[in-house]
């Protein structure tokens, strides 16, 4: 099963932001900035929704809200020194392929009030490359869309559920991807569903370990796109 979803109502300044936002990312699905303005904005009830409901009661959860390490900080020199197939290996690997950097992950969190719910937005933007890697997904248009198809069975952010729809409109019915849209959109959202919630997984203490086994420890299967 999903997580729940909880809508953050908005006044008129905040929509006026949103809708700003979501005109720019409908011309250009590259700018990151605007989504993830529009994800901070409209998922505050939820971020206190995956603190207040116990997302994070694990050994593993309670040790990361702790310590409340960044993914950003992490050595990619050392994660380039690790042995192929390891779970930080591989991201590393997907960070260089697409010159992406950790870095932009570090945006500020003007819109969140409460120190919890701004590290698990943190944490959410940090993870998203390595959820990327996990279920084998490159970063085209089709596939960031099945990203946050299953990150919203995962996180419940209601951002994902506006970039799903536009997404599918515009990377698979415009671009033919029947495919894609018949099959793996709902595949996406299964997988995020039937995982173990990835939110409380401290990812700083699995990056040696091989990428099949923990998939299979989360019970997450890759995606075919």
């Known amino acids: 099963m999903g997580t729940q979803i909880h809508w953050t109502p908005l ?13 720019r990312v409908l011309a250009d699905s590259n700018q990151t900035l605007d989504i993830v303005t529009v994800e901070e904005v409209t998922g505050q009830r939820q971020l206190h929704h995956l603190v207040d409901v116990g ?21 990619l020199e050392h994660l380039r020194s690790l042995s192929d197939g390891t779970l930080g290996r591989e991201w590393v690997r997907f960070l260089d392929r697409h010159h992406l950097s950790v870095e932009t992950t570090k945006q500020p969190t003007p819109w969140t009030s ?31 869309v099945l990203v946050h198809a299953f990150s919203l ?8 559920i ?11 019915v415009l671009e033919g991807r029947w495919q894609v849209l ?11 569903s039937h995982a173990d ?26 995606i075919s796109a």
Request: charged residues 25%; contains cysteine.
């Open 162 to 172: 506006a970039i799903i729809v536009l997404g599918a409109l515009k990377h698979m």
């Open 11 to 23: 006044d008129r300044d905040r929509w006026s932001l949103v809708l700003k936002c979501g005109y």
């Open 114 to 144: 409460g120190d919890k719910e701004a590290y698990v937005l943190h944490r959410i933007r940090q993870s998203h490359d390595l959820w990327h890697v996990l279920l084998g997904l490159g970063t085209s248009g089709h596939e960031e």
């Open 182 to 192: 018949q099959h793996q959109l709902a595949e996406a959202h299964r997988v995020g």
């Open 55 to 75: 997302t994070f009661d694990t050994e593993e959860g309670r040790a990361l809200m702790a310590e409340r390490p960044h993914l950003a900080d992490i050595s």
């Open 197 to 222: 919630p990835l939110l409380a997984v401290f990812w700083e203490r699995h990056l040696e370990e091989p990428l099949d086994l923990v998939r299979q420890r989360l019970r997450l299967t890759p």
């Open 153 to 160: 069975a995962q996180t419940g952010l209601p951002c994902s």
